[in-house]
């Protein structure tokens, strides 16, 4: 199981990973293959992703759904709020789970944040960088060409959250 942990933005960084300042929201499946075949399978991985994200939408559409905000009690006080994320905090195979980026450190666009090609990676100036926003990652996946940029070619759950 994947465990999914929520917390406040305005806990520091340097504490908001420590046990006290998350609470645990749910576990997130993960499904097992029947065997090293079936486990290598595309229609395996693409089934794999689809559940993660499916699962993510199950888990969080009740916070987005609300128009009016959210009462959030603490310390016997309701506080009103509308949630965000603000920030995914995960390693780097983690990072691509969440963006449906491919896995392979020798991808063509092996980077989960920009589309820098594997090759100018370390010769990339800051002005010619493209980042990977929802609206270009949903322009690939539409036309049928996610893959050309190290994309999967599933829906992502978070293009759809405010």
């Known amino acids: ?54 699962s993510i939408k199950f888990l969080l559409d009740p916070l987005f759904n609300e128009e009016n905000g959210i009462d959030f009690k603490i310390n016997d006080e309701n506080i009103w709020f509308f949630p965000r994320i603000s920030t995914v905090i995960g390693d780097w195979p ?31 100036r800051k002005d010619s960088i493209i980042i990977r926003n929802k609206e270009n990652m949903q322009e690939y996946f539409y036309n049928g060409s996610a893959s050309s940029i190290s994309l999967e070619q599933v829906y992502n759950y978070f293009w759809t959250i405010p």
């Not at 520091?12 to 929201?25: G, I, S, V």
């Open 94 to 124: 983690e990072a691509c789970t969440f963006s449906l980026t491919f896995r392979a450190a020798n991808s063509n666009y092996p980077c989960h944040f920009c589309l820098t090609y594997k090759d100018n990676l370390l010769s990339t």
């Open 1 to 54: 199981m994947h465990p999914i942990y929520i917390s406040l933005e305005n806990i520091r960084t340097w504490r908001r990973n420590k046990e006290d300042a998350k609470q645990l929201l749910r576990y997130l499946p993960i499904l097992s293959a029947n065997n090293k075949t079936e486990g290598l399978s595309a229609g395996f991985k693409k089934q794999v992703r689809e559940t993660f994200h499916k």
